[in-house]
C-alpha cells in the first residue's frame, strides 16, 4: 500500500516504537508498574513520564506546563471547558473537536470567516465579550497556515484567552507564539494513538473535566501510560532534531506531486500553507469512484474525521465552494516516511484512475 494520508495519521517512528518498549514488559521486567506507585518501579516509570513530558514541552513555548492527555481532543475540551469561558469565537474551518465543543460551551459561538485561499484575516473583527478565541495553526483538510500570532495578541487587548489547536503544525513549523493554550496529539507527529496533550501558559486556571486522583497536576484524574508517555516523548524528540530535514523532503514531495497533478485546482493558499498537505479539485470528477479504484493508494475525500459522513466539507464550503465542487476534492498527505517512487506511483495511480472516469485531465507532466 502507498500510504498518502498523513493528515489523519502519521507513521509510528522505529524511535518512538524502541521507547515504548521497555514499558510494555510483562511480569518478568518492572516496565509495567504504576507510575503513580510509590515503590521504586513506580517510582521509575514516573520518571519515565517526566522525561516524556519534557521532551514534549521542548516542542511549545516556554512558560508553561505539559498536561498529558487521551488525545487532542480530551485537550481542546479541557481547554475551552476547563477555561469557563461563556462567549467563545472560532474560525469557521476549525476541526469539529473545536467546533463542535464549541457550540456546546457556548451555542451562540461566533464564526470567524476566512478568504477564498483559507485564511483568517489577522484584522477580522472579533466579537465585543468574547472570553475565549481559538484558532487552528494548521488546517487538517487544506493545510493553510494561519496568522496565530497576530490573532492571539488582538484576543489579548480584548481580555480574552487564545487557544491554538496545533495538531497538524507541531513538530513541523515552530509553536504558535502569544497562545495561552495549545493542544497536540503524538499520532499526528510519528508517535503513538491514544496520547495527546494540553500546553498550558503560567497563570492561566483551569478547571477539571475529569475527577478522581488528580494525577496530572489536578487538572486531569486517571493512570498515565508509561509506554505512550515515552512514544511520545521520543517522536517529539526526533521532531525538534529532524525538522528542517524532514520539512526539505515535504518539500521536494510537494513539487513532484504538484508538477505531476499540473492543471488540477488547488484547495488553500499555495503559499502560507504546510507544503505535507496537497488539496485539489477535477471539474466532474468522482471521488468515490476513485477512492474505489485506487484501492493500493491511500488517500482522502477530505478530513479522516468526517469520511464517509456523506457531508460537504464545512472547509471547503467556507471557501467558497458549491457542494457539487467539494466532492470533487482529494487530499494527499505525505511526510518523514514517504519515498519518492512511492508518492510517484501513487500520483500516477491516480491520474489514471480519474481518466478512466472520462473526466478531462487538464495538462500534467512527469515528476522530476
Known sequence: MIYLDYQATTPLAPEAREAMMPWLAGPEAPGFANPHSPHRAGRAAAAAVEVARE????????????????????????????????????????????????????????????????????????????????????????????????????????????????????GKIAPPPDADL?????????????????????????????????????????????????????????????????????????????????????NGSATARWHGNLNLRLAGLDVARLLSECRNVAFSAGSACASGSGRPSHVLRAIGLSDRDTKTAIRLGFGRYTREEDLDEGVAAIIAAAGSQGVALPWSESPS
Open 55 to 170: 521532551q514534549v514541552a521542548a516542542l511549545l513555548p516556554a512558560g508553561g506546563r505539559v498536561i498529558f492527555t487521551s488525545g487532542a481532543t480530551e485537550a481542546l475540551n479541557l481547554a475551552i471547558f476547563g477555561s469557563g469561558a461563556r462567549r467563545l469565537a472560532v474560525s469557521a474551518i476549525e476541526h469539529a473537536a473545536v467546533l463542535d465543543t464549541a457550540r456546546a460551551a457556548d451555542p451562540g459561538v461566533a464564526l470567524l470567516p476566512v478568504d477564498p485561499q483559507g485564511l483568517v484575516a489577522a484584522d477580522v473583527p472579533l466579537p465585543a465579550g468574547a472570553d475565549l478565541v481559538a484558532v487552528m495553526q494548521v488546517n487538517n483538510e487544506i493545510g493553510t497556515i494561519q496568522p496565530v500570532a497576530e490573532l492571539a495578541r488582538r484576543a489579548h487587548a480584548q481580555g480574552a484567552l487564545f487557544l491554538c489547536d496545533a495538531v497538524q503544525g507541531a
Open 182 to 266: 495549545i493542544a497536540i496529539s503524538a499520532h499526528k507527529l510519528y508517535g503513538p494513538k491514544g496520547i495527546g496533550a494540553l500546553w498550558v501558559r503560567d497563570g492561566i486556571d483551569l478547571k477539571p473535566l475529569i475527577h478522581g486522583g488528580g494525577q496530572e497536576g489536578g487538572l486531569r484524574s486517571g493512570t498515565l501510560s508509561p509506554a505512550l508517555c515515552a512514544g511520545f516523548g521520543a517522536a517529539a524528540a526526533l521532531c525538534a532534531t529532524l525538522r528542517e530535514s524532514d520539512a526539505a523532503h515535504v518539500d521536494n514531495l510537494w513539487k513532484r506531486a504538484r508538477g505531476a497533478l499540473a492543471g488540477w485546482t488547488l
